[in-house]
């Protein structure tokens, strides 16, 4: 299996630009979550979803984002518009998940974006 | 409000020695909790877990503890070595949501 795949590895956009980071998680994963690093937050949970559906979306900062899973092997995380403050590492993560735990989330190697 | 806390942001250890991370949490209900390795330029990956019911779990040359009266975890590696050198994140869990600590950067020194 490749893991979790996450594209662009590098994006660097302008202030007010639309910016679409896109995640495929491992297959046969029920599970789907959206992070962001910062020197400042650390790693914070932006959302996760469950079997395709939004289940905690409490994390995503502003309406700028947004976040879909048409279907179990895809999911985008959209920022528009994009500010500088918006600069991070933006990874994916998948897990087998279940009740109770979170399982082991397997991490994509994720999407270091730039906004200037 | 950061519930999941790692008050060391750095730690050097001599090679064949052992490195020690530390974790607190202030959370009650918390009840899983994982340690992440993150090497530069990619993602975190799953190390060791333990549960809220154990005090200690040991996978080879690791070892986490847990002290759910002091709401306090740690990571033991021994014997330390260079590849151990990475950025160390402490998580836990209330039910599929992660809440990860700051991390701790580990170097190793041969």
């Known amino acids: 299996d490749a893991g979790v795949i996450q594209s662009p590895r590098h994006e660097v956009t302008e202030m007010g630009q639309e910016v679409t980071l896109r995640c495929k998680p491992i297959?046969?994963?029920?599970?789907l979550f959206w992070y962001r690093q910062t020197m400042m937050r650390g790693l914070e949970l932006l959302i996760y979803?469950?079997?395709?559906?939004?289940?905690?979306d409490s994390g995503m900062p502003e309406d700028r984002f947004s976040a879909k899973m048409p279907n179990a092997s895809f999911s985008t995380l959209k920022i528009q518009p994009s500010e500088p403050r918006d600069s991070a590492v933006y990874f994916c993560?998948?897990?087998?998940?279940?009740?109770?735990?979170?399982?082991?989330?397997?991490f994509g190697p994720g999407t270091r974006l730039t906004v200037t | 409000d950061q519930q999941v806390k790692q008050n060391s942001p750095s730690l050097s250890v001599q090679e064949g020695r052992i490195s020690i991370l530390n974790c607190d949490y202030t959370?009650?209900?918390?009840?899983?909790f994982l340690w992440y390795k993150k090497y530069p330029a990619e993602g975190p990956t799953f190390l060791i877990s333990?549960?809220?019911?154990?005090d200690k779990n040991e996978d080879g040359r690791f070892t986490v503890f847990l002290n759910k009266s002091a709401k306090h975890l740690s990571l033991h590696i021994v014997p330390s070595q260079p590849g151990d050198s990475a950025v160390y994140f402490c998580?836990?869990?209330?039910?599929?949501?992660?809440?990860f600590g700051g991390g701790t950067r580990l170097m190793v020194k041969p």
């Open positions: 333990i549960s809220s019911i154990k």
């Open positions: 979803f469950n079997n395709n559906v939004p289940i905690d």
């Open positions: 998580a836990a869990d209330a039910g599929n949501m992660l809440t």
């Open positions: 297959s046969g994963h029920d599970y």
């Open positions: 993560a998948s897990s087998l998940g279940g009740t109770g735990y979170s399982y082991e989330q397997y």
């Open positions: 959370n009650s209900m918390f009840d899983y």
